[in-house]
T-cell receptor
Framework: EAGVTQFPSHSVIEKGQTVTLRCDPI?????LYWYRRVMGKEIKFLLH????????ESGMPNNRFLAERTGGTYSTLKVQPAELEDSGVYFC??????????FGAGTRLSVL | GQNIDQPTEMTATEGAIVQINCTYQ??????LFWYQQHAGEAPTFLSY????GLEEKGRFSSFLSRSKGYSYLLLKELQMKDSASYLC?????????FGAGTTVTVRA
């Protein structure tokens, strides 16, 4: 069974540009989560999908961040326009129910 | 708010035992998780406690006391490959709140 996959593994962009991160959850997992770890801090929750519906986006930093999960399969997280403080590692996780969340390796975003 | 504390670093010798403590104060609780993360890789699920007591999985064991807001992860018969960051996380509904992680270094 394939794990959670994220693309790209690294992204380097300039301030003001747009970046789109992609996450493919484990097949059959209805729950999909996005988390972020900024430099020196702990991993923090961003949002949660159940199938294609956003259940909670209380962790999204501001309206420059937009997450979608069309069709309830893969998800994208777009940052537009990117700012310096958006640099960090963005993790995606998925779960079948509400318990064990399986994580991807993350996308390391560097905003210059 | 959520407050989850764990030591920053620990060092131990190959073959030894190490115990990583985690204390938490959270607004809700549906379980406590431990993840292992090697640099540049995905956090990997290790164990999960919902009820008080000890859960054993091979060389790894995890303990929970809900009344004390306390958990520990016990790593036995340490191997070099166990050098990694260990993350304590509390589940509240569907959100995981993480500690900053404990970097364990295993020396030969």
């Amino acid at each position: 069974e394939a794990g959670v996959t994220q693309f790209p593994s690294h992204s380097v962009i300039e301030k003001g540009q747009t970046v789109t991160l992609r996450c493919d959850p484990i097949s059959g997992h209805d729950n999909l989560y996005w988390y972020r770890r900024v430099m020196g801090k702990e991993i923090k929750f961003l949002l949660h999908f159940v199938k294609e519906s956003k259940q909670d986006e209380s962790g999204m930093p501001n309206n420059r961040f937009l997450a979608e999960r069309t069709g309830g399969t893969y998800s994208t997280l777009k940052v537009q326009p990117a700012e310096l403080e958006d640099s960090g590692v963005y993790f995606c996780a998925s779960s079948r129910g509400g318990n064990i969340q399986y994580f991807g390796a993350g996308t390391r975003l560097s905003v210059l | 708010g959520q407050n989850i504390d764990q030591p920053t670093e620990m060092t131990a010798t190959e073959g030894a035992i190490v115990q990583i403590n985690c204390t938490y104060q959270t607004s809700g609780f549906n379980g406590l998780f431990w993840y292992q993360q090697h640099a540049g890789e995905a956090p990997t699920f290790l164990s999960y406690n919902v009820l008080d007591g000890l859960e054993e999985k091979g060389r790894f064991s995890s303990f929970l006391s809900r009344s004390k807001g306390y958990s520990y992860l016990l790593l036995k018969e340490l191997q070099m490959k166990d050098s990694a960051s260990y993350l304590c996380a509390v589940l509240n509904d569907y959100k995981l709140s993480f500690g900053a992680g404990t970097t364990v270094t295993v020396r030969a």
